[in-house]
């Protein structure tokens, strides 16, 4: 994968810098652009970047850059202003035993419906446009929660790695969600590569991303990524069965839709097993950490409302969803 195209001071600073020696980053001065920091895309996209040195990395960048503690200060600095945006904006959270609390976070959430425009309105032009938004995440699904398996033990430990385990397929291939994902892109005509289309999402699209991987790289947020990923498993099996209702009313065939008809019946157990085995497990051992852990999930739905509004006003307007169409998507226009 390529360096993208900066956004501002914040992303050329840091991506010149990778362009050259592990060691050499002087350092960036960090300023509020005087709205919330999901919205600013200089800050989304180079904590992006920051972030993907911990997966895969970029091609031509020294891999030693990853632990480079100038950059690490820099990340350091972003996330703090992202945090604490959060903590203004995510609703509080309900006093209520774990389980229930996270069913109160998800029956109060009123953010836009992206699963049901899709299902009855989209046409395929603007389908494609989502998948190219999700494929920022469903091409490393998984990967960020994962984070979390080793600071685990006893009934948490074994109930994430469970849902982990579907995940990834059962180790099969072919049925890893990345891969059914990577086929639904196929399919639909797009380029399948990883990172292909960062250039053309929006910040509220890799603050959503970045959310799971600041929960997931800092252990100190551990609980919070628990919550991340049950409130991410409880909304997931009725948007995909409308997600692939819609791709099948626009002529996707079963190996297109299979990875949203996969989602249906996974994550309705998923749900269960995360709301009380993972987190009720994980609240029973810390129960000093509810707190945290029901913030993770009220940002994880709070960021998804962001992202799909920002979407979904921008097609209601008549216009492109994407910050810049590529020769693949304008064909379809």
């Known amino acids: 994968m390529r360096l993208p195209e ?23 001065p960090v300023s509020s652009p005087g709205y919330e920091p999901w919205l600013d ?79 009855r309105k989209a046409t395929l032009t603007q389908f494609r446009e989502f998948v190219v938004h999700r494929s920022i995440y469903h091409l490393k699904e998984a990967d960020p929660h994962s984070w979390g398996i ?28 990345a891969e059914l994902f990577r086929t639904t892109m196929g399919k639909l005509d797009l ?36 919550g991340h990923l049950a409130a991410f498993e409880m909304t997931s099996s009725i948007p995909n ?23 249906i019946a996974a994550d309705a157990v998923h749900e269960q097993i995360a709301a009380h085995d993972l987190c009720g497990g994980y609240v029973d051992q810390h129960p000093d950490q509810v707190g945290d852990l029901l913030f993770g999930a009220a940002c994880a739905l709070y960021l998804d409302g962001v992202a799909a509004e920002w979407i979904l006003t921008r097609w209601e307007a008549g216009n492109s969803a994407l910050r810049e169409a590529p020769a693949d998507l304008a064909a379809s226009a």
């Open 6 to 28: 900066p956004r501002g001071g914040v992303s050329e600073t840091v991506v010149r810098a990778l362009s050259g020696a592990p060691g050499s980053f002087a350092g960036v």
């Open 41 to 119: 895309e200089d800050l989304q996209l180079a904590l992006w970047v920051l972030y993907e040195l911990h997966y895969r990395g970029f091609d031509g960048v020294d891999p030693d850059w990853e632990w480079d503690p100038a950059l690490l200060g820099l990340r350091a600095r972003l996330e703090a202003g992202f945090v604490e945006g959060l903590r203004k904006a995510v609703p509080a959270v309900p006093d209520e035993p774990v389980a229930r609390a996270l069913t109160t976070l998800v029956d109060a959430d009123t953010g836009p419906s992206m699963s049901r425009f899709l299902q």
């Open 191 to 226: 380029d399948t590569e990883y990172g292909a289309y960062v250039g053309q999402v929006s910040a509220p699209t890799l603050a959503t991303s970045n959310l799971m991987s600041m929960f997931g790289l800092h252990r100190r947020w551990l609980p919070a990524l628990l």
């Open 241 to 263: 069965r409308r997600y692939g209702n819609g791709l099948r009313r626009l002529g996707g065939d079963a190996d297109a839709t299979r990875f949203y008809d996969e989602h």
């Open 150 to 177: 080793p600071r685990l033990g006893g009934r948490p430990k074994a109930a994430l790695v469970e849902i982990q385990a579907d995940e990834y397929g059962g180790g099969r291939l072919e049925r890893m969600h």
